[in-house]
């Protein structure tokens, strides 16, 4: 999910990606960040711009960091089981979130429509197996937030499409903080865990238009969900 960030906002640029990496569990809670060499070169800076972003999100407690061999970043950014941030949008900051919704509805059928028009090797079908049982058997709700992010963020990689990664991390990034402000129902996280077992289902078999179908419901019935609780 990682791009190149230029020119003089580099050094703001990681911190951007990284922390939304995190944030939305792409790096679950105890797991190592890549090796500083592979994440500088994902993201074209240098290694010490990099080390810069990294000692950010140390400050801001997104990581802890161990020197000497065998050390690294581990994340020690845990998600809260419950979300507190219940105002609501208003004025032009709602229109934003509309418009998000709108620019999902459009991006993420389109991912799984590709991801099923590919032929996929065995360590891509294995992410999508492996992400989808993360979503089911997560063990609260900030858990599957982030399991959920994952999943999203699996269908856009196996497209094979930098940009369709680049265009689903942000759909994902502005969902996660308008799911943030409704309450967790039970029964759309049921109904949500049926969708998404179609649309892997439908991916691995190669039916891209079925594919597309069920993450336009998916799509649809999040939206109505938000508009509903949001206003």
């Known amino acids: 999910m990682f791009r ?6 580099a050094f703001e640029g990681c911190v951007e990606q990284l922390a939304t990496a995190i944030r939305l569990g792409v790096f679950p809670y105890g797991s190592a960040l ?3 060499r592979e994440l500088a070169e994902q993201m074209g ?4 711009t990099l080390r810069e972003a990294i000692a950010a ?3 801001a407690g997104m990581v802890r960091t161990t020197r000497g061999r065998g ?3 581990v994340v020690a950014f845990r998600p809260p089981a419950e979300e507190t941030d219940r105002t609501p949008a208003t004025g032009e900051r709602r229109e934003q979130l509309l418009d998000s919704l709108t620019f999902r509805r459009i991006v993420e059928p389109g991912a799984s429509w590709l991801a099923a028009s590919r032929q996929l090797n065995a360590t891509e079908r294995m992410l999508l197996t492996t992400t989808l049982a993360e979503v089911d058997q997560a063990p609260d709700s900030g858990a599957h937030r982030q399991a959920d992010s994952r999943l999203h963020l699996a269908i856009a990689s196996v497209t094979g499409s930098p940009m369709t990664v680049a265009a689903v991390t942000e759909v994902q990034a502005g969902l996660h903080d308008m799911l ?3 309450p ?3 029964p759309n996280i049921e109904h949500s865990t049926r969708q998404h077992r179609a649309i892997v289902a439908a991916i691995l078999a190669g039916e891209p238009a079925k594919a597309r179908r069920a993450m336009e419901q998916h799509c649809d019935d999040t939206a109505a969900l ?3 609780l949001l206003g």
């Open 184 to 186: 967790v129902l039970e």
């Open 45 to 48: 800076v240098s290694r010490s």
């Open 4 to 9: 190149p960030v230029r020119g003089y906002h």
């Open 180 to 182: 943030r402000s409704i």
């Open 226 to 228: 938000l508009r509903g």
């Open 34 to 36: 890549p090796p500083e």
């Open 71 to 73: 050390g690294g970043s």
């Open 57 to 59: 999100l140390r400050t």
